[in-house]
């Protein structure tokens, strides 16, 4: 009887604790609204995805991607033996419905870089200078973590760490776009503020 009750005691446990995990996620499904027609231009070092309306992005990502896959091999000292996929959107809405990942994507997000696969996803939002600052930003990620995947098998030590947020994040910045004014206010800021380090 003891052991029927406890038994039971688990079950109920279990069971209210994954409907508590189910309400999270309730009315949060990704829905695709479009069925896309993809197409891949493959470049030196990229297969381009896009679907045929869409022709031109593809081009115009494909001369960004290869311009800066020059100035990143330069800078990093490294290059990447398998072509990276890029995948482009026209538009935000359309964007938001990718399925190269699960997650739900927040309207501020300007493109990500999945890195298992090492895809590299983007939208168009009007802006030729944001596409491609965005877009070099992303492959900067790429290099970043095909290099420090190159470094760690060399010296046989994979442990699985990821480099620190504000280190992958502050490279990407600072080599995806040209030191300004708006750097110079942030930084002025973070000195004025004792945050720097």
Same mark, same amino acid.
């Given at each position: 009887?003891?052991?029927?009750?406890?038994?039971?005691? !688990?079950?109920?446990?279990? $069971?209210?604790?994954? $409907?508590?995990?189910?309400?999270?996620?309730?009315?949060?499904?990704?829905?695709?609204?479009?069925?896309?027609?993809?197409?891949?231009?493959?470049?030196?070092?990229?297969?381009?995805?896009?679907?045929?309306?869409?022709? @031109?992005? +593809?081009?115009?990502? !494909?001369?960004? +991607? =290869? =311009?800066?896959?020059?100035?990143?091999?330069?800078?990093?000292? /490294?290059?990447?033996?398998?072509?990276?996929?890029?995948?482009?959107?026209? *538009?935000?809405?359309?964007?938001?419905?990718?399925?190269?990942?699960?997650?739900?994507?927040? =309207? $501020?997000? *300007?493109?990500?870089?999945?890195?298992?696969?090492?895809?590299?996803?983007?939208?168009?939002?009007?802006?030729? !200078?944001?596409?491609t600052?965005?877009?070099? /930003?992303? #492959?900067v990620?790429?290099?970043?973590?095909?290099? #420090?995947?190159y $470094?760690?098998?060399? /010296?046989?030590?994979? %442990? &699985?760490?990821?480099?620190?947020? @504000?280190?992958?994040? &502050?490279?990407?910045?600072?080599?995806?776009?040209? @030191?300004?004014?708006?750097? %110079?206010?942030?930084?002025?800021?973070?000195?004025? =503020?004792?945050?720097?380090?």
């Open positions: 009887m003891k052991r029927l009750v406890t038994l039971l005691a !688990a079950f109920w446990i279990l $069971a209210s604790v994954s $409907a508590s995990q189910a309400q999270i996620y309730f009315g949060k499904n990704k829905v695709q609204y479009t069925k896309f027609d993809w197409q891949i231009l493959t470049t030196d070092h990229f297969q381009i995805y896009f679907y045929p309306e869409e022709r @031109w992005l +593809a081009e115009v990502a !494909a001369h960004s +991607a =290869e =311009e800066s896959y020059q100035d990143l091999r330069v800078k990093f000292r /490294h290059h990447i033996f398998s072509k990276v996929p890029i995948i482009v959107y026209s *538009a935000a809405n359309y964007f938001s419905q990718t399925n190269v990942t699960t997650s739900l994507l927040p =309207e $501020a997000v *300007a493109g990500f870089t999945e890195f298992y696969k090492g895809r590299v996803v983007l939208p168009f939002t009007g802006s030729y !200078a944001d596409f600052r965005v877009l070099k /930003h992303e #492959l990620h790429v290099f970043t973590f095909s290099k #420090l995947d $470094a760690l098998r060399t /010296h046989h030590r994979i %442990d &699985g760490v990821p480099p620190p947020l @504000w280190f992958t994040e &502050g490279l990407a910045e600072h080599w995806s776009r040209k @030191w300004g004014s708006e750097a %110079d206010l942030i930084l002025r800021q973070m000195v004025l =503020e004792n945050r720097l380090i």
